[in-house]
């Protein structure tokens, strides 16, 4: 494949991405708005949240299947429609139902971008799949910055969340544009034996990982999609830590490969759980100015989660295919659509229980939501014994690659 053709096709996988980021970011802006509109408690909310999370591994599940029958051009096209279809629903949205339904279309797309674009850049980048998923991946964060920032104004300038969700459809015409009109090349360098594909999924290496990308994915996601309702009341502006942790996270995967080069797949992924439990404890427990230093820290550790994930399945366990990179990130994305709710769910615990403790009202909403990310610190903590063995064990899976 010409250089050339291969850079205009990760070109449109990147603005793909950039319109599922701002989907994540949107939807964390303006969650106070619908919870106004529409009534909705914190539970509720978290299951509207949840349905993008859920929407997003039905996709990758049925479609990294399909990936070898469809091709990655079909898998955008169906994102593309997909996410026409949830946006102008969502702005439509009459209530708690119909956000469900919304929600659930974007989330399939977004997974739909997923499915379609991670094989596809491993198979054009063969000798440098990590670093480049990472680099593709620079759009995850990237485009949550521009979400970020284009809800933090537009709310500033009391323009209605409906109006919000439209800024997305400009990018998503330019994205449908490159797939319309771009030729997609054959697979040739994974594996596209579907059969080899699915034995290959249940090796005990590939089990392990599965279960630690449930827990990566909702340290990671999870209290991105919250940060507006948790950390709203710490005095910093939560789009603009939002806006902060995902900008230095774009910048890290943009310059991902010394990194990966230096430390291997594993040694990146033990820091990080070991950064990202020491960025939650501290999100836990700051207020005022060290807010924004724990985000620092927070943004360090989940930088390389995703991508490094998907790019270790790549490298290490290359007969698994474009089935075994989608069933990563769809187990992932199920996980943060199980968790939200409980999420959810701590927050009304946790508000209540500040109210009957006698905390001062102006207080409640910072202790409920400091009680919340201590709760979620156990996800990284576990993580860090997971990886910890893994990286005990690295020569051995090296080896077994």
């Known amino acids: 494949m ?9 070109t449109a996988s990147c603005l793909a991405l950039i319109v599922t980021a701002m989907t994540f970011a949107i939807r964390a802006g303006i969650l106070s708005q619908l919870a106004t509109n529409f009534g909705l408690s914190d539970t509720q909310l978290g299951w509207v949240n949840s349905m993008a999370f859920l929407g997003f591994p039905v996709a990758m599940m049925v479609l990294g299947l399909a990936y070898n029958y469809l091709g990655a051009k079909n898998l955008l096209i169906i994102a593309f429609v997909g996410h026409l ?20 279309l974007i989330g399939f797309a977004n997974g739909s971008v997923e499915a379609a674009c991670n094989p596809l850049i491993a198979d054009m980048y063969p000798k440098n799949k990590t670093t480049m998923l990472n680099r593709f991946h620079v759009w995850f964060p990237g485009g949550i910055v521009i979400g970020a920032l284009v809800s933090k104004f537009m709310t500033d300038a009391s323009l209605g969340w409906q109006l919000q969700i439209a800024t997305m459809l400009l990018p998503t015409a330019i994205y449908g544009f490159f797939v319309f009109t771009q030729s997609f090349p054959k697979s040739e360098n994974i594996e596209t034996s579907t059969g080899t594909n699915i034995r290959s999924l249940f090796s005990p290496l ?36 939002l806006a902060l942790s995902t900008g230095l996270m774009a910048i890290g995967r943009q310059f991902a490969g010394p990194v990966i080069h230096t430390l291997n797949p594993i040694g990146v992924l033990l820091l990080s759980a070991i950064a990202s439990a020491i960025g939650l404890y501290l999100l836990s427990v700051a207020t005022g100015g060290m807010v924004y230093l724990a985000i620092i820290i927070f943004a360090v550790g989940v930088c390389y989660f995703w991508p490094t994930m998907i790019g270790f399945i790549g490298e290490y366990q290359p007969k698994t295919g474009a089935l075994g990179m989608s069933l990563m990130g769809g187990a992932g994305m199920f996980a943060v659509s199980m968790w939200n709710p409980v999420i959810g769910a701590w927050i009304d615990s946790a508000r209540e229980k500040a109210i009957a403790a006698g905390v001062p009202a102006e207080e409640v909403e910072l202790a409920a939501g ?11 903590i576990v993580l860090i014994v997971a990886f910890g063995i893994l990286f005990a064990l690295r020569n051995k899976v090296q080896r077994s690659a």
């Open 2 to 10: 010409s250089n050339v053709h291969a850079s205009k096709l990760f």
């Open 85 to 104: 279809a949830g946006l102008l629903l969502t702005i439509f949205a009459g209530g708690f139902w119909s956000l469900l339904i919304s929600t659930f």
């Open 206 to 241: 590939y089990l392990f990982m599965i279960l630690c990308m449930t827990l990566t994915a909702t340290t990671e996601l999870g209290t991105q999609q919250w940060v507006e309702r948790i950390l709203g009341e710490t005095g910093a502006h939560p789009m603009v830590l």
């Open 370 to 380: 400091q009680a919340t990310l201590g709760n979620m610190t156990l996800f990284p």
